[in-house]
C-alpha cells in the first residue's frame, strides 16, 4: 500500500511538473510577454520600450532558466534600475535588506502578481479560503440530495419515481452553471420579474450577488451559488448511485432478505445501502475536479472573489506567476482526489487489493 | 400597432416555427414506417424518453437549416427604437413585424439571435465530437490492445490534459496572442490528421485481398482527405472550398484537444475488456493482423457505449462551447452564441431578463435533448 502511494505521489510531481511548465511555455509566448508588458505599463508602448521593460524585469532569459528560477534551482535574475542606482531582481523585496539569491516554490515562494501586486502564495490562500466555504457548502447541500434520489430511484427500477426522479437527474445535467444561474437569478433575485414581485412588496427574496459573502455568508448572499453549482454536479452522482443502487437490488442476498421476510423498509436501509453506497463514493471524489470548472463560472456570474476570480483575473491579464500557482492548486485537487478514492475504494471494497 | 398579448406571442412564435413542425413530422412518419429496418435507431422509437430526445435534437437541426425562413430579422441588425423593449413589441414603420422576444440592450432582435445561435452550435458540436472520436479511437485502440510502454505514454499524456482546468486551458489556448503564433494551426495540423489515417488503416485491413478496391478507396481517401486537411489546416485549398475563419479554428481544436483523451480512456478501457473475448483469439488464431482486429473484431462490438457516448458527448460540448462564449474567448462580440448571449443579458437581467433567458432555455434544451437521446440509446441497446 505504502509503495503504491508512493508511486502515485511521484507521479503527482511529475504531472505537476509537465503541466506547470506548460503553463509556463504558453504564458511567456512573445505576444503574451507584449501583451504583459503592456498592460503594465500603457498600451501605447512602442516595440523597443516593450523590449527594454521586458529586459529590466528580467523576462529575456532564457525559458528553462527562468522555470528553474520560479522553481528555485536557479539563482533568481538582478539588474540595477538606471535611474537610481538601486539594486532590481527576482528576490529583492521592499522591507528586506538581504536578498537571498534564490527565490522560487522550493523555498516557498509562489513569486509576485503582477495584476494584485502583492505575494502569490498570499492571494492563493486567502482566495481559496473563500472558495473553501462555497465547496463546503456546495457538498453538504449536494451529496446528501444526490444520494436520496439515487437510492429512492434505484430501489424499485422502472417505477413511476424512479422515471420522474431520473428525468429530473438527466435535466440538472443538462443545465450548466452559467444556464440555471441565469434562471435562479431572475426567478429569486429580481425585482421585477420571477418570484420577489409575488411575495414582496419590494426588494428581492435572494440576493443576485455573492460580493458580501466574503466578509459575511447568509442565507441571501450564498444560496443562490451553492444551489446553482449544487445542481449541476447532483444529476451525475444520483444517476451513478441510482445505477449501484439497481445493481445491487438484483443480488441474490437481497432476494434472500426479502424471502425471509425482512420488511422492503429494512432491505434497503440495512442490506442495500451499504453496498449500494460503494460506486458513488469514488464518483463523489472525481467530482471534486469538475467543480473546479464550475467554481470558475459561478463565482464571475455571482460576483464571488474566491479561487475561480483569481484565475479568470490572472488569465485574462497573462499575470504568469499566479497562473502558475493556480495551476499547481489544480493538480493536486485532481491527483489528490484520484489518490484519496483509490484508497477509499479499497477500504470500502475488500473484495478489491492493489496489486 | 398595440404590444402583442402573452397568448399571442406564443401562438406567432410557434408559427414562425412551422417548417421545423413540418420537418420533424416528416422524420418521424418515415421513421416509424420503416422502424423494422432501421435498427438501434429504429428501436428508438419504442422508447418514449429517445422519443422526445430525437424531436428535442430534430427541433434545432431544424431551427439551424430554416432560420432564414423562422425568423423576420437578422441576428446583428440594430433597430431604432427596439433598445430593451418587452416581448410582441411592434417595430415601427413595418407592418406586422414584431420583436417576439423583444430587443436586447442594442436594440436587436432577442429571438433571431436565439435562432441563428443555433447554427454554429449545431455544425461545431458534433463536428468537433467526431474529430475527437477520431483521435481517441485510432489511439486508444492500440493503447489498450498492445498495453506496455506505448499504453504508459499515451495514458500520461490524456491524464495530463485532463489535470488541466478546462476553462485555464480555454484561457490559455483561445486568445488572439495564441493565434498569432500559429499554435492552433499546428494543434490542428495534428489532429485533423487522425481521420485520414484512421481511414487508410480501415480500408487496409479490409481489403488487404482486393487489391483493386483497396486502391480505389485508398486514392479516394487521400485525394479528399488531404485536399480537406489543406484546406482547414493550412487554410491553403487551392480551390477554395474547404477553409475555416482562424477564430472558429482555434475553438474548434480546443475543443477537440479537450475531448479526445476522455474518448481515448474509454475507448481503451473497452479495449481491454473486449480483448479477452473468445471471438477475439478466434482472430488472432485465424492469423488476422492486430489491426483488423481492433478495426474490425473489437471497434464493432464496442460500438454501443460510443454512440450513447457520442451523444452525452455533442451535449457536454455544446456546454463547452458556451462556456467559452460566456468568457468571451474565441466569438467576435457581435455574433449570436449562446454562451456570449447569456453574458451579455446577465448584465442587464434585473431591468430585461428575456435577452438571456432565451439562449439559456435553447442550450438547455437542445443539451437535454442530446441526453436524453443517449439515454433512450443505452436503454435499447441494452435490450439486445
Known amino acids: 500500500m505504502l509503495n503504491f502511494i508512493l508511486r502515485r505521489l511521484g507521479l503527482m510531481l511529475l504531472t505537476a511538473f509537465c503541466l506547470t511548465f506548460i503553463v509556463f511555455y504558453l504564458t511567456n509566448l512573445e505576444p503574451n510577454l507584449e501583451k504583459l508588458a503592456k498592460e503594465q505599463n500603457n498600451m501605447r508602448m512602442t516595440d523597443p520600450q516593450v523590449l527594454s521593460w521586458l529586459q529590466k524585469n528580467g523576462y529575456r532569459d532564457p525559458l528553462l532558466s527562468r522555470y528553474g528560477q520560479w522553481l528555485g534551482f536557479v539563482p533568481g535574475w538582478t539588474g540595477v534600475d538606471e535611474d537610481n542606482g538601486k539594486q532590481t531582481g527576482r528576490c529583492v523585496r521592499r522591507n528586506v535588506d538581504n536578498t537571498p539569491s534564490y527565490c522560487g516554490v522550493i523555498q516557498g515562494e509562489w513569486g509576485m502578481s503582477t495584476v494584485f501586486g502583492e505575494d502569490v502564495g498570499k492571494i492563493i490562500s486567502k482566495r481559496l479560503g473563500a472558495t473553501g466555504w462555497l465547496m463546503l457548502w456546495v457538498m453538504i447541500t449536494m451529496i446528501p440530495m444526490a444520494l436520496i434520489i439515487g437510492v429512492l430511484a434505484g430501489m424499485r427500477e422502472g417505477t413511476k419515481l424512479d422515471r420522474s426522479l431520473s428525468t429530473f437527474s438527466i435535466t440538472t445535467t443538462a443545465t450548466p452553471e452559467y444556464v440555471s444561474g441565469v434562471l435562479f437569478i431572475v426567478l429569486f433575485a429580481s425585482s421585477k420579474y420571477g418570484l420577489s414581485p409575488l411575495f414582496l412588496e419590494s426588494g428581492t427574496i435572494l440576493k443576485g450577488s455573492a460580493a458580501s459573502a466574503i466578509k459575511s455568508i447568509t442565507i441571501e448572499n450564498f444560496t443562490l451559488p451553492v444551489i446553482t453549482m449544487a445542481l449541476y454536479g447532483l444529476g451525475y452522482i444520483a444517476r451513478m448511485t441510482r445505477a449501484s443502487m439497481a445493481e445491487v437490488m438484483t443480488a441474490q442476498y437481497i432476494r434472500t432478505a426479502t424471502l425471509k421476510g425482512v420488511s422492503f423498509k429494512n432491505v434497503v436501509l440495512k442490506h442495500a445501502l451499504r453496498n449500494a453506497l460503494i460506486a458513488p463514493f469514488t464518483v463523489i471524489m472525481l467530482q471534486f475536479p469538475w467543480l473546479l470548472t464550475g467554481v470558475v463560472i459561478v463565482e464571475t456570474l455571482f460576483n464571488y472573489k474566491g479561487f475561480g476570480w483569481v484565475l479568470v483575473q490572472a488569465a485574462s491579464n497573462n499575470d504568469i506567476e499566479t497562473l502558475l500557482g493556480c495551476s499547481v492548486v489544480a493538480v493536486i485537487v485532481v491527483l489528490l482526489t484520484q489518490l484519496i478514492s483509490d484508497i477509499g475504494y479499497v477500504y470500502l471494497n475488500p473484495r478489491i487489493r492493489v496489486k | ?384
Open chain 2, 1 to 384: 400597432m398595440e404590444n402583442m398579448s402573452g397568448i399571442s406571442i406564443m401562438a406567432s412564435i410557434l408559427w414562425s416555427f412551422l417548417p421545423v413542425w413540418i420537418g420533424i413530422i416528416v422524420v418521424f412518419a418515415v421513421s416509424m414506417k420503416y422502424k423494422q429496418s432501421l435498427g438501434l435507431y429504429g428501436k428508438l422509437f419504442n422508447s418514449t424518453v429517445g422519443m422526445i430526445g430525437l424531436g428535442l435534437l430534430l427541433f434545432w437541426t431544424f431551427t439551424a437549416l430554416f432560420a432564414d425562413l423562422i425568423t423576420q430579422f437578422d441576428a446583428y441588425s440594430q433597430l431604432s427604437g427596439m433598445k430593451n423593449k418587452l416581448p410582441g413589441t411592434p417595430v415601427p414603420g413595418e407592418e406586422g413585424a414584431y420583436y417576439l422576444l423583444g430587443g436586447d440592450r442594442l436594440a436587436r432582435d432577442v429571438f433571431s439571435r436565439m435562432v441563428y445561435g443555433s447554427q454554429t452550435v449545431l455544425i461545431i458540436a458534433p463536428a468537433a465530437t467526431l474529430f475527437a472520436f477520431m483521435v481517441g479511437i485510432t489511439l486508444g485502440l492500440p493503447a489498450g490492445y498492445f498495453t506496455g510502454r506505448l499504453d504508459s505514454v499515451l495514458s500520461f499524456i490524456s491524464n495530463l490534459v485532463l489535470a488541466f482546468p478546462v476553462i485555464l486551458l480555454f484561457y490559455l489556448l483561445v486568445t488572439p496572442e495564441i493565434r498569432s503564433t500559429g499554435i492552433p494551426i499546428y494543434l490542428a495540423a495534428l489532429l485533423f490528421i487522425f481521420p485520414i489515417v484512421f481511414l487508410l488503416i480501415l480500408f487496409k485491413t479490409r481489403f488487404i485481398a482486393q487489391p483493386q478496391k483497396l486502391k480505389v478507396y485508398v486514392s479516394i481517401t487521400l485525394v479528399f482527405g488531404l485536399w480537406a486537411y489543406s484546406g482547414l489546416a493550412f487554410n491553403a485549398d487551392p480551390f477554395g472550398v474547404w477553409s475555416m475563419d482562424p477564430n472558429l479554428l482555434n475553438i474548434f481544436v480546443s475543443v477537440v484537444f479537450v475531448n479526445s483523451p476522455t474518448v481515448f480512456r474509454i475507448v481503451r478501457g473497452l479495449t481491454l475488456d473486449i480483448k479477452t473475448r473468445d471471438y477475439v483469439a478466434a482472430a488472432q488464431t485465424r492469423g488476422e493482423t492486430p489491426w483488423y482486429i481492433m478495426l474490425w473484431e473489437i471497434l464493432p462490438n464496442a460500438r454501443g457505449p460510443l454512440i450513447v457516448d457520442f451523444c452525452l458527448r455533442i451535449g457536454y460540448t455544446t456546454i463547452l462551447l458556451g462556456t467559452l462564449g460566456f468568457f468571451g474567448l474565441g466569438v467576435s462580440p457581435e455574433s449570436p452564441d449562446w454562451g456570449l448571449t447569456i453574458n451579455e443579458g446577465r448584465k442587464l437581467i434585473s431591468l430585461n431578463p428575456y435577452p438571456a433567458i432565451a439562449p439559456a432555455l435553447a442550450l438547455m434544451s437542445l443539451v437535454l435533448g442530446l441526453n436524453l437521446l443517449a439515454d433512450g440509446l443505452r436503454e435499447q441497446s441494452l435490450k439486445d
